[in-house]
């Protein structure tokens, strides 16, 4: 754990960083190193920009029924109070496609342009949110 420390203080000292966003699963043990991180990242100044959820429901090609594999309860109270207590940017759906296209090198936003328009969506969350940060 100590060198795990150093390694990301050095890290934050070496390269110019402006903030962390943290994805993690709903599984409690995902969650757990989730915080620990957050917590890491605290101890060196570094401001979590917000968590972005994987694999957070499987949408079903059939019927479009949400299924909640890891349980339904939101993030946002699942890392209340804990150090990952930050706004949640996107909950990314299980999609067997992009376990393909990554086994392929592939990136999914080409053949798949509804994951590509949730990246989006984070891309200008997070610029809104670092325009904020500068005006004050």
Aim: glycine fraction near 6%; include cysteine; charge should be negative.
């Amino acid at each position: 754990k100590q060198w795990y420390q150093r390694r990301v203080r050095g890290i934050t000292q070496e390269i110019p960083v402006t903030g962390v966003v943290l994805v993690t699963t709903p599984q409690a043990v995902a969650l757990a190193d989730c915080i620990k991180g957050a917590e890491m990242f605290g101890k060196v100044s570094l401001p979590i920009l917000g968590l972005i959820e994987n694999m957070s429901f499987f949408s079903c090609p059939f019927c479009s029924v949400k299924h909640h594999l890891y349980g339904s309860t939101p993030l946002s109270e699942l890392v209340a109070g804990t150090a990952a207590d930050v706004p949640v940017l996107a909950q990314l759906p299980m999609e067997p496609s992009v376990v393909r296209d990554c086994d392929k090198g592939s990136p999914s936003v080409i053949d798949n342009p509804h994951i590509g328009l949730v990246f989006d969506s984070v891309a200008e969350r997070l610029l809104l949110h670092l325009d904020l940060e500068s005006e004050t």
